[in-house]
């Protein structure tokens, strides 16, 4: 996940707050910093590595950035896969534009192999950009939703696990799709 903040007029206040859990929530991270200044957010099983073009600060499971911006700069941080270590480089607001660059280079070129170009284009392709993000790459499967336990009514004691693919609503999906 990749943040690019960038101040276009006057002064900003910024404080981005990361609080990982793993295992649904029941297990906080342990945290690692770098000498680069980037963060190790672990648990027995997972991790995820924290880098930023501004200084993190670590106190108990909790990494912060906080900083301010003038007009004209830029401030990026990146959340990503840690594989359980850090390599000491730290993150560019180069390296930052280059992600997104090539991010935003991907989604286009996918999006120009479809063929439907009447009337409801934007929505056509803004419903498509989901299902793809909603896929299970290894199976294909859509999932039913990118959260977990929502409820039916707000205040309501009955919550949906949303962790699953549902086939019926997949089926639905995919008719509508083709």
Known sequence: MLRIVVAVRGQMELCSVTRARFDYGECP??????????????SRE????????????????????????????VAAL???????????????VEEAERLFDTT???WRSWLSRGTYRGRWREMVERSALT???????PTGAILAAPTTSLPEQVGGERNWDYRFVWSRDAAFSAYAHR
């Open 78 to 92: 990146m959340l990503d896969l840690g594989e359980g270590e850090l390599d000491g480089d730290g993150l560019t």
């Open 104 to 106: 935003v280079s991907f």
């Open 131 to 137: 299902l793809k993000l909603l896929t299970h790459r």
């Open 46 to 73: 997972n991790s995820l590595r924290l880098r930023a073009t501004v200084p993190l600060t670590v106190a108990d499971a909790e990494v912060r950035a906080t900083f301010s911006l003038q007009a004209g700069e």
């Open 29 to 42: 991270a342990a945290t690692t910093a770098s000498d680069a200044g980037d963060v190790l957010l672990a």
